[in-house]
């Protein structure tokens, strides 16, 4: 072991002997100590899910970056295992930056990821390369390979940049393995590159798989590419969005794109639309369940948003979604909390077809950490209401809410009120389905997130959420009559 992943590890174990009891979410998977971004090499390996994540321990904020690691049965809880990968080698001593697992067929772990490589070219103007790297391990320890780096600036195609080549996802498919990169062009064009190799480990060039021709953002950072219900389905975090209505917000920005390949191995993008429409959510990453699910889970944080931290301090900062499973349902990508949610229902409330019209609460409709679905009509199909609002995290003084404008078929999500003293984004709006009134809302919320699934997953919107962790009140609020129903279970 290097000096400096075994410096990691004995951190790890004595700052989590002075931190072991702070306040985290019960649900959602936080750095074990210090800063936390991208979800990494998701897998199932060896009877339990694997999640490594870009890691700075000696900070709250982001540095040099490691991998830590954790690992579920249930993709709920989670246990921290030693940090997996440090920065340690010429050629990722800048940083191990995200990258994606597979098991080999010998039952070995497979993890590539993008080092980080500092040059003094003259003709690189201080700028770092990016290279893919490999390391294979037992779920615990991990080998960085003899031959790292496997792909370089020497892999690219013409005019793809080589101080933005990262984030290698990796997949088996009909006897070989391939991988998508996120790259730009010279121009700073967003693209992902595919690779393949016979055995994992000798890798070369394919194609350019798509290009963002100008439309999403420059940069695409973690890309993923997997079939799914009869498609192919291409994930991206693009940098630099500029916003489109209420579909793409500026900046850090997520995109799904769905299609198929032609008989070329082409992808013809069929649809796209946004991944989550809150406000914290980025670098998503996929896994095939053994049951045969795509699983997602995403950065419950954004690089725009960092601005807003809790007020206490906690030795972690940056949180994970809670995984979502996929589907897709006329060209759009559904997603739901994973089902194993439900092993950890506690108490349950209901109330039924009741009247809201201005403000109530309803008896056991109540919670901090809770599952609450919320189906919402018109009390009388001739008049429609006007608007409807839940508010959570409620004490009388601040809360957090989620409205829903009928007429113009907008959800909204708003922390403003939330008791946080820094202005920053705290609203985030989109277009859901035109449907007379009927609205379908399930609110995931844990101790420091709320996750908002719209219609049975056609929207998501995801917030981080530092209102007091004590308050648990729920109200309703509605100008016009809405008749509604709402089923809360806590979460344990
Ligand atoms: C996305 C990202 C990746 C990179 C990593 C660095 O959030 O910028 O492209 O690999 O974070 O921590």
Request: with cysteine; proline share 5%.
């Amino acid at each position: 072991m290097t000096e400096a992943l075994k410096r990691v590890r004995d951190y790890e174990e004595q700052t989590e002997m002075q931190t072991g009891s702070c306040a985290r979410p019960l649900l959602h998977l936080t750095p074990r100590v210090g800063w936390m971004n991208d979800p990494n090499g998701f897998s199932f390996y060896q009877g339990q899910y694997h999640l490594f994540y870009q890691y700075h321990p000696y900070d709250k904020r982001w540095g040099p970056m490691h991998w830590g690691h954790a690992v579920s049965k249930d993709l709920i809880h989670w246990e921290y295992l030693p940090a997996a990968l440090a920065p340690d080698q010429v050629y990722d001593g800048k940083g191990c930056f995200s990258g994606s697992a597979i098991e080999l067929p010998d039952g070995r772990h497979l993890l590539m990821y993008t080092g980080i490589v500092e040059t003094e070219r003259p003709e690189d103007g201080g700028r770092e390369l990016q290279v893919q790297c490999l390391a294979v391990g037992d779920g615990k320890d991990y080998k960085k390979w003899e031959k790292n780096p496997v792909l370089t600036e020497n892999d690219l195609p013409e005019n793809a940049s080589r101080y933005d080549f990262r984030d290698p996802k990796i997949w088996y498919e009909n006897g070989r393995y391939y991988c998508v990169t996120g790259n730009c062009t010279e121009e700073r064009d967003g693209q992902m590159l595919l690779f393949s190799s016979e055995d994992g480990f000798s890798w070369s060039f394919l194609k350019t798989l798509i290009r963002s021709g100008g439309r999403f953002g420059r940069m695409w950072e973690c890309p993923d590419f997997f079939a799914l219900d009869g498609k192919r389905v291409a994930i991206a975090s693009p940098q630099e969005m500029l916003p489109e209505g209420l579909e793409y917000h500026g900046g850090n920005g997520t995109l799904c794109m769905i299609g198929a390949l032609d008989a070329s191995g082409e992808f013809i993008g069929e649809h796209c639309h946004a991944i989550d429409y809150g406000i914290d959510f980025y670098a998503p990453q996929t896994v095939a369940a053994p049951d045969g699910r795509r699983i997602m889970i995403g950065w419950m944080q954004n690089w725009d948003t960092l601005g807003y931290r809790p007020e206490e301090p906690l030795p972690w900062f940056g949180q994970m979604s809670l995984p979502r499973e996929l589907s897709v349902r006329d060209g759009r990508l559904i997603q739901t909390p994973v089902r194993e949610l439900c092993a950890h229902y506690g108490r349950e409330a209901a109330q039924r077809d009741i009247i809201i019209s201005g403000e109530s609460s309803l008896p056991g409709i109540c919670g901090r950490v809770a599952d609450l679905t919320v189906d919402i009509e018109p009390s009388d199909t001739e008049r429609l209401y006007r608007r409807f609002e839940m508010r959570f995290v409620d004490n009388g003084a601040n809360y957090a809410c989620v409205c829903y404008d009928p007429y113009e078929a907008v959800v909204e999500i708003d922390r403003r009120y939330s008791g946080t003293r820094v202005d920053a984004v705290h609203q985030r709006s989109c277009n859901v389905r035109q449907s007379g009134g009927r609205l379908r809302l399930r609110l995931i919320l844990d101790r420091f997130s709320a996750e908002v699934f719209v219609n049975d997953g056609e929207q998501v919107l995801s917030m981080a959420l530092y209102a007091d962790t004590e308050s648990d009140g729920i109200r309703f609020l509605a100008s016009g009559e809405a008749k509604v129903s709402a089923v809360l279970h806590e979460l344990l």
